[in-house]
């Protein structure tokens, strides 16, 4: 089944600016009648038709005719044009309830160790629970994962630390908390200091001073998320 058709309305219209049929017609090189008949499922666009789609969209030709965006979003950054960036391309998957808002979704403690290789595949991330949390700003992405161990107080065992997408890995700031997901470590929660643009690597410190820092080189590193907050059900007095 391909879900080209509902995907273009989908992506047409949740697109900034906005884009109207007739627009889109003429970016693609098409009548507005033929575009029409993309979204209507009536006929279907030649392969330099949908290059061109893939890149207005910056979703792949596989995902546009094979996944349902309006449940799984892939978001590119190109962040090579960032003043300070190092300058790769990255990919988001996220998913979307029902009126297109962003979910949370949570890596659980038994997930943890397959997002390190599920990260980027819309089929592992549209498998994880998904929620909402009303006191975070909806203007940016968040996800939330199981964090285990005493490496971080006063984050107890088991808590869920909430993280906030880094695009621009060179703008994170020395000694601020974040989720970073490795190739080699896995999911860790710690305290970061930023050594990328001249040693091409992140320190990672715990707050718990028995845990000795370690670190990451940036070909290692998968996702940052920087420390938005946390739930437990503890209570420490």
Sequence with gaps: ???????????????????????????LMVSPSTYGSYEE?????????LLQMSDI????????????LSKVVVMEAA??????????TRTLVATVDKEGTDNIELVPVKAAAGY???????????????????????????RAFAITGDSMPPVPDGALVFGQYVEDWWQIRDGSLAVIVTQNDGVVFKKVFNY??????LVMASTNPIYQPFVVPEEEIQEVWTFAGYFTKEFTE
């Design 116 to 142: 390190t290789r599920g990260y980027s595949d819309p089929d592992f991330i549209q498998g994880l629970p998904t929620f909402q949390v009303p006191f975070l700003d909806t203007q940016r992405k968040h």
């Design 196 to 201: 990328l643009k001249d040693r091409a690597c």
């Design 57 to 68: 969209f910056m979703v792949a030709i596989h995902d546009l005719l094979q996944l349902d």
């Design 1 to 27: 089944m391909s879900f080209l058709a509902s995907n273009l309305k989908y992506l047409r219209r949740r697109k900034e600016p906005k884009l109207t049929q007739e627009r889109l017609a003429q970016m």
């Design 41 to 49: 499922g009536r006929a279907e666009p030649k392969l330099d038709t």
């Design 79 to 88: 962040l090579g044009g960032l003043t300070g960036s190092s300058g790769r």
